[in-house]
């Protein structure tokens, strides 16, 4: 098990390798901005970097022997050639089709990594028993939230990919965060602006539902899964003193922080 700063360097090697293969700026600006405007003044390349300590969470909870991973909707693969790196067995599944052919040199990157890359939709329900049981752990990250519909397709295909006893790890931004209680405050809404709704294409694909750490745990109860471990993080405070300051309640009080993270297990014969 690396240390903290071991695995701070680690994940920022990665990073700076995926950026190398790919121009994350661009497809933030060209592709991301046309189902969801909110992007077009989005730091994509800070996110990434804050998302060290979300990869470090992961990383703490996973077994310590590298075991199988499946990545769904993992993007721009940091989690996944964090992980791959490190001697797990990453499958990495999204819809690269979508952004023409920008994703083609960091895909081959991947691969040459040992990472497999399927283009497999975990909004629809999946056939035939090609993925049943294949993987020890499955991550789904910052993607429930965008879901239009009900989110129980996608609760059923993680299930199905994973191995009875396997773990689940969904993890969501929490909308009971301080600063969306301090923009209640204000006046000012929670939800995607009316200007990003209005200036994007259809679909858009933006978040539609934001979870509290209790919703987040009901949901995989209701799906049938035991909820072993909750965890709230902040991440976008972090460079800055002064949102450290202002936000400074967040770090005394777990459930006002900005991310919540469950690590979950799917019932044996499930």
Not at 28 to 55: A, C, E, G, P, W
Not at 183 to 207: A, V, W
């Amino acid at each position: 098990m690396l240390t903290k700063r071991e695995f701070k360097k680690h994940y920022f090697q990665v990073l700076n390798d995926i950026r190398k293969n790919i121009d994350i700026d661009m497809v933030t600006k060209k592709y991301l901005v046309k189902n969801n405007y909110d992007f077009h003044n989005f730091d994509m390349n800070q996110y990434l970097d804050n998302s060290f300590i979300r990869v470090y969470n992961i990383y703490k909870m996973l077994p310590e022997t590298p075991c199988s991973i499946a990545d769904v909707g993992g993007f721009f693969g940091n989690f996944s050639l964090c992980f791959a790196r490190l001697g797990y067995r990453v499958t990495l599944f999204e819809s690269y089709e979508y952004y023409d052919n920008c994703f083609e040199g960091l895909v081959e990157y991947f691969k040459i990594n040992n990472i497999e890359i399927r283009n497999v939709n975990f909004t629809k329900e999946l056939g035939g028993d090609g993925y049943k049981g294949q993987f020890d752990c499955s991550l789904c990250l910052a993607f429930l939230e965008h879901l239009c519909e009900s989110p129980k397709i996608t609760i059923d295909n993680l299930k199905f990919v994973t191995k009875d006893n396997g773990y689940i790890f969904l993890e969501v931004p929490n909308i009971a965060n301080i600063a969306n209680r301090l923009q209640l405050l204000s006046g000012k809404t929670i939800l995607p602006s009316i200007e990003s709704i209005y200036r994007s294409n259809t679909p858009f694909m933006g978040h539609f539902h934001e979870y509290t750490g209790i919703e987040l745990e009901l949901l995989a109860r209701l799906s049938g899964l035991d909820v072993l471990k909750k965890l709230y993080c902040n991440y976008s405070y972090r460079n800055s003193l002064f949102r450290k300051l202002v936000f400074l309640p967040s770090y005394l009080i777990p459930s006002l922080r900005e991310i919540v993270l469950i690590k979950t297990q799917k019932k044996d014969n499930e």
